[in-house]
């Protein structure tokens, strides 16, 4: 029995058809796989971010990108926890009472402005004018602040004064409290900003 010879042309045109179906195939995939993950776009738009926060000492402060905004965490050590009650007086709203449903969620809505009293979580920008406020995180005397400073945080381009709670002081340029982002706890060492469903 003979066989049949196999035209080199024709085989060469199966061999490239063959060959352009399997890339096309995968370059079918990658967009498909690829839209599992969050987009630039909806990340922008206000996917959550988790951040782990294992490694925060007292004192510290990270900073992370969500709506493409900086948001504070702070670690607060006792001494400054028990110093903010002595500040009431001096806030334009301590109980942050003004616009709660824009700059304080219900869990954050005590004095601490925070769900774990030692974490505060903040939007790093100024009511006022949109601006960031600078650490100011040492007490005592200091330029541009009042001698009895008790620590938290200045907005250099107007002097707007928070503590740190993010709770502004009296008779400064921004209207409000530095605002409180949704967030809730992923275990004791991660945080998930931008969502509040189980908070």
Aim: proline share 10%; glycine share 8%; charged share 20%.
């Amino acid at each position: 029995m003979s066989e049949t010879p196999v035209d080199s042309s024709k085989r060469t045109w199966i061999i490239t058809s063959a060959c352009a179906g399997a890339v096309g195939g995968v370059a079918a995939a990658v967009p498909f796989v690829s839209s599992f993950q969050p987009s630039e776009r909806a990340k922008a738009a206000g996917a959550a971010v988790e951040v782990d926060i294992s490694a925060l000492q007292e004192g510290e402060k990270i900073t992370v990108e969500w709506r493409g905004k900086p948001v504070w965490i702070v670690k607060r050590s006792k001494a400054q926890l028990e110093a903010l009650p002595a500040l009431d007086g001096q806030l334009a709203d301590p109980e942050s009472q003004r616009n709660p449903a824009e700059f304080t969620p219900e869990y954050a809505q005590n004095i601490h402005r925070s769900i774990k009293p030692e974490i505060l979580v903040a939007v790093g920008i100024c009511p006022h004018l949109g601006c960031s406020p600078s650490d100011k995180f040492v007490s005592g005397p200091q330029p541009s602040l009042p001698d009895d400073w008790q620590g938290g945080f200045l907005c250099p381009c107007h002097g707007s004064t928070f503590d740190l709670a993010g709770r502004v002081f009296k008779n400064k340029p921004s209207p409000d409290n530095l605002p409180v982002p949704p967030h809730m706890y992923l275990s004791d060492t991660k945080l998930l900003i931008g969502e509040d469903k189980k908070a």
